[in-house]
C-alpha cells in the first residue's frame, strides 16, 4: 500500500468536504458519498483501506452500514462519527465490530491518529491472509512465490500461464534473486508434479564429467566407466530437469543438448540407442545469455530453442514492498528450526532494510533472517554492514508484547491439537466465541493448522 485509503460516507456535503480536504492535505486518498449504499459498492475482500462513517443518516444509519461492511469483510476497519455523545450507542457499535468511535465535532489530531493505526491494521491483516495462504498452499505441496509486489505479481501470473505450456523454459536473474524457487513453481503447479525434479548445476560440475552427468553412461564406455549410470535426462523423466547456470556448459556440451531437446531423446554416452523423453526443460542463467550468444560464448542456436518461454526475475531491489513479507516468512521458518522465538521487527528496523540495495537479492536476505532468528537485531544488523543497527528490533509496547504473547498461545494450541477447536477451547479454557473473536483479530485459520481428515 503505497497511500493511505479511506472511504467517507455522510449526508452533509459540507462535512464531507472538510474531513476530505483535511486528510487529502495529510497524504490520504479520499473518497466521499452521501448514500452509504453507493460506498458498500465500492468494497470488496480485497479493499486496503479504512471506512469512516456519519452514525445518523437517514436511508441507512451508520451501525447498519457497520453490519453491511462485516458482511463484506469482518477485517475492514469502521470508525464511526457521531454528534451524540451516547455511550450506549457506542458500546453497542463496538461490540458489533466498530474499530473506533469518535464525537463530532471532530479533533483533527486524533482523527489522524486513529485512521492511520486502522490502515496499519488493515495492512497487516491482507499481509497475514496472504502470507497464510501461501504457507497453506505449501503444505499442500504446491509452492507459492512469497511477495505481493507489482513485480511479483505480474511475474506470477506469467507462470500460471505456462504452468502446463508444452515448451521448454528460460529463466534470467541474478544471483539469488531464486530461480531454482521459480523452477520448481513452474514444476509444482504443474501436470509434471508427481514426477521427478531435478537440479543440476552445469556450472559445479568438472567439463570432463558433465555429459554423463547429463546423458547418462554405457558400462565401458571409458576407462573408469566400470557401471552403468543413468543421466539427468532420464532420471527427470515425465517430470522437470532444472539446468541452472547453462551458460557455464561447453559449448561441444551445448551441442548435444540442443540435440536431445530438438528431439526429445538421449543417448546415454557408448550406448547405440536412444531413450525417448517426456520432459520439460527449464534452463536459467545470471547473465544475458543473447549477449554471450553474439560473443561467441554461448550457441546462438541453443539460445533461440530456450528463449521461446523467457521469465525475467526482477531483483530485490526493484521489490522493496516486499521485504517485510519475505523477511517474516523466512525469520518464522529460521523459528520454528532453530526452536527460537519470533519476534517482529519493528517499522524503522524494517525501513532500513527497505533502504538497502541487496546486492545478493533474496538469498541475502533470508541469511539476514536467519541471522536475525538466531543471534537478535544488534549482532544480525551489524554482520550484515546495516546502520542504526543499536536502534532496530522489536520495540512493542506492553501492549504489542500481550497481544503477541497471546497470539503465540493460541497458534501452539492450534497446533498441538492440529487445528481442533473444540480441544483449543480445552486446552486454553476459552468459550468458543472468544477463541474465534481472538483467531480473527491474529488472522489465524485453523485450516493452516489441521490435517485435511479432522474435524471438530
Known amino acids: 500500500m503505497s497511500q493511505h485509503e479511506v472511504l467517507i460516507v455522510d449526508d452533509e456535503a459540507s462535512v464531507l468536504d472538510a474531513l476530505a480536504q483535511g486528510l487529502q492535505l495529510e497524504g490520504w486518498r479520499c473518497e466521499t458519498f452521501e448514500r452509504p449504499v ?52 457506542a458500546v453497542q457499535a463496538m461490540q458489533l465490530g466498530a474499530y473506533s468511535f469518535i464525537e463530532k465535532p471532530v479533533n483533527h489530531a486524533e482523527l489522524l491518529k486513529v485512521l492511520a493505526q486502522a490502515q496499519e491494521q488493515r495492512r497487516l491483516c491482507l499481509q497475514n491472509r496472504l502470507l497464510s495462504e ?78 554423463s552427468e547429463l546423458f547418462g553412461t554405457e558400462a565401458g564406455a571409458y576407462t573408469g566407466a566400470d557401471k552403468k549410470r543413468i543421466g ?139 541471522r536475525y532468528v538466531l543471534l537478535g537485531a544488534k549482532a544480525a544488523f551489524v554482520q550484515q554492514g546495516l546502520p542504526l543497527a543499536d536502534t532496530v528490533g522489536s520495540a512493542m509496547g506492553l501492549a504489542e508484547r500481550v497481544a503477541f504473547f497471546e497470539q503465540m498461545l493460541i497458534e501452539d494450541a492450534l497446533s498441538a491439537t492440529k487445528g481442533s477447536i473444540k480441544h483449543t477451547m480445552t486446552a486454553l479454557n476459552l468459550p468458543r466465541k472468544t477463541l474465534y473473536d481472538k483467531m480473527r483479530k491474529y488472522g489465524l485459520n485453523r485450516d493452516n493448522f489441521t490435517d485435511d481428515d479432522l474435524s471438530d
Open 38 to 89: 453507493a460506498l458498500l459498492a465500492k468494497l470488496s475482500r480485497n479493499f486496503t483501506g479504512v471506512v469512516l462513517s456519519d452514525l445518523n443518516m437517514p436511508d441507512m444509519d451508520g451501525l447498519s452500514l457497520l453490519q453491511a461492511v462485516k458482511s463484506i469483510d469482518a477485517d475492514i476497519p469502521v470508525i464511526l462519527l457521531t454528534g451524540y455523545g451516547d455511550v450506549s450507542i
Open 232 to 370: 539427468k535426462f532420464e532420471f527427470a523423466n515425465g517430470g522437470t530437469l532444472f539446468l541452472d547456470e547453462i551458460e557455464s556448459t561447453p559449448l561441444s556440451v551445448q551441442v548435444r543438448l540442443l540435440r536431445v531437446l530438438e528431439e526429445r531423446k538421449v543417448t546415454p554416452l557408448g550406448a547405440n540407442h536412444s531413450i525417448a523423453l517426456n520432459i520439460r526443460v527449464i534452463a536459467a542463467s545470471k547473465t544475458d545469455l543473447e549477449q554471450l550468444s553474439q560473443q561467441g560464448s554461448f550457441r546462438l542456436d541453443l539460445y533461440y530453442r530456450l528463449n521461446l518461454l523467457k521469465v525475467a526475475i526482477a531483483p530485490l531491489r526493484q521489490r522493496l514492498s516486499d521485504i517485510p513479507l519475505l523477511f517474516k516468512h523466512f525469520a518464522i521458518i529460521a523459528a520454528s528450526r532453530y526452536h527460537k522465538p519470533y519476534l517482529p521487527l519493528a517499522q524503522p528496523a524494517l525501513d532500513i532494510l527497505q533502504s538497502h540495495s541487496w546486492p545478493g537479492n533474496v538469498r541475502e536476505l533470508r541469511n539476514l533472517a536467519e
Open 134 to 211: 501461501q504457507l497453506k498452499q505449501s503444505r499442500h505441496g504446491r509452492l507459492q512465490l512469497i511477495g505481493d509486489s507489482p513485480a511479483i505479481n505480474q511475474m506470477r501470473s506469467m507462470l500460471d500461464l505456462m504452468l502446463d505450456a508444452p515448451a521448454d523454459v528460460l529463466i534470467e536473474g541474478e544471483t539469488g534473486s531464486g530461480k531454482e524457487l521459480v523452477a520448481r513453481y513452474l514444476h509444482d503447479n504443474s501436470a509434471r508434479s508427481d514426477h521427478n525434479f531435478v537440479a543440476i548445476n552445469c556450472g559445479a560440475i568438472p567439463e570432463q564429467l558433465i555429459e
